[in-house]
């Protein structure tokens, strides 16, 4: 007997609320609708009667001050309806002729706003009519205080809708962030299938490039060519050691031809200081002077700066400048000499980087060069972008749970039973 009257009244077990992805669409505007419907219905009576207690306050407001109260009021009142008065019905006329939608929240906002209007009016210009029609302000008031009322039996509807759809626009979010973060997730999957195919046809293009230079690396074409570049270095060499020889000797002669212009300038030859001053000009600047017009110069200054050393004029410091400056032919001939080995240095080394760059096998070479970089740079960025798709793909995986898991939360609070969303079907495989 006892087990049969147990199992009569064993509390029937509750079911949790199961719902896929794909659902919560069709569940969310069921549940919007509901509520929707239920703050209607409630906030209907409210409605009706505000909008009634609003027409009654019209009349009030319109009768105030009108005919009938002709010869009520007393003299010294007659200020106060002449300025106050008008304000005053124009003002709550103002707040009582709004527009009152028909959607629950946008009648709540109207109907809220006009009795805000009507307490301002009532506590500003209204004031000063209580004294001069106090029934009729006091019928106002009561009027004014109807539309209040009912606004806070509105209140708790309103606020108890909003908090519900709140719940349901945050369940709303969490399923668009949730279907984003799937859809990422699967165009992830993709491109990383993509990177990882691009991947391999690089490495094959890259082992292919390489046994090609492997075998250029052997051809005969390759010994010829590294002489050259030896050839060019070793000109190179010499053309910076001539140049070098002959910028030495320029600083030699520019230090003679400066003390040899301040001789000339202290025995007032002004024509010879003007000549030594410009040759030493041309000598100090960067690029090699022209030979001819160095020679010239040369062989019109020595003569005479041969005259002020023999004369102890100027004291030179070493067997070179003794040399260089005991005839006046011995130093412009030194100079053609480096010149020209400069000249030769120069119309070689442009030969031998002529036949480089006339190679058919530099080229073959320079272009699997230039490919094998290239290759090596576009599999170095494939790689990193799989290694970044790779650290996403971990945050959508552990981001998508997540979002289940709240959207569980969210609609356990608001169905107030146990809620379980069920992941689409391989998304996080």
């Known amino acids: ?40 219905d409630l906030i209907g009576s409210s409605r009706e009667k505000i909008l009634r207690y609003i027409g009654n306050l019209r009349v009030l407001v319109e009768s105030l001050g009108t005919a009938e109260h002709e010869g ?11 300025k106050s008065l008008p304000l005053y019905k124009k003002t709550i006329t103002s707040a009582l002729t709004r527009d009152f939608p028909e959607k629950p929240d946008d009648f709540y906002m109207a109907a809220t706003e006009c009795l805000k209007g009507c307490l301002k009016s009532s506590a500003g210009p209204g004031r000063y009519l209580m004294g001069v029609f106090p029934e009729d302000m006091k019928a106002i008031r009561a009027a004014i205080d109807q539309i209040g009322r009912e606004i806070n039996v509105m209140n ?19 399923h668009d962030s949730y279907g984003h973060a799937c859809e990422e997730l699967q165009k992830a999957k993709n491109q990383n ?18 046994t090609q230079l492997s075998r250029l690396s052997h051809d005969p074409r390759m010994k010829e060519l590294d002489e050259l570049h030896a050839e060019e270095k070793q000109l190179q060499a ?33 024509a010879l200081a003007k000549k030594v001053h410009n040759l030493a000009e041309l000598l100090v600047k960067n690029e090699i002077p022209e030979i001819t017009v160095l020679c010239e110069e040369l062989n019109d200054v020595l003569p005479e700066i041969i005259v002020m050393v023999s004369r102890g004029d100027i004291s030179l410091r070493n067997k070179d400048e003794q040399h260089y400056f005991s005839n006046p032919a011995v130093l412009p001939m030194k100079m053609q000499e480096i010149f020209n080995r400069i000249e030769r240095t120069t119309h070689q080394l442009k030969e031998t980087r002529r036949k480089i760059a006339g190679s058919s096998f530099i080229h073959e070479k320079e272009s699997n060069d230039r490919h094998y970089h290239m290759k090596l740079g576009e599999l170095k960025e494939v790689e990193q972008s799989r290694v970044a798709l790779d650290v996403r793909v971990g945050q959508l995986k ?32």
């Open 193 to 210: 299938l993509q990177f990882a195919d691009r991947s391999m046809v690089l490495k094959g293009e890259i082992e292919g490039i390489q």
């Open 238 to 270: 010499d053309h910076q050691r001539a140049t070098g020889v002959f910028s030495s000797y320029g600083d030699m002669i520019v230090h003679v031809l400066k003390r040899a212009e301040k001789v000339a300038q202290k025995d007032h030859h002004m």
């Open 156 to 174: 708790p509807v309103i606020a108890e809708a909003r908090k519900k759809e709140e719940v349901l626009n945050k369940i709303r979010q969490l």
């Open 72 to 82: 009520v009021v007393h003299p010294k009142l007659g200020n106060v309806v002449e």
């Open 1 to 40: 007997m006892f087990r049969q009257l147990k199992e009569i009244f064993r509390k029937e077990e509750v079911h949790p609320l199961t719902l896929a992805p794909g659902d919560l669409p069709g569940w969310l505007k069921e549940e919007y609708s509901i509520v929707g419907k239920k703050e209607k």
């Open 398 to 429: 552990a981001e998508i749970p997540s979002f289940l898991h709240q959207m569980e939360e969210k609609i356990s609070v608001y169905t107030g039973k146990k809620a379980v969303v069920i992941p689409d079907t391989g998304i996080q495989g």
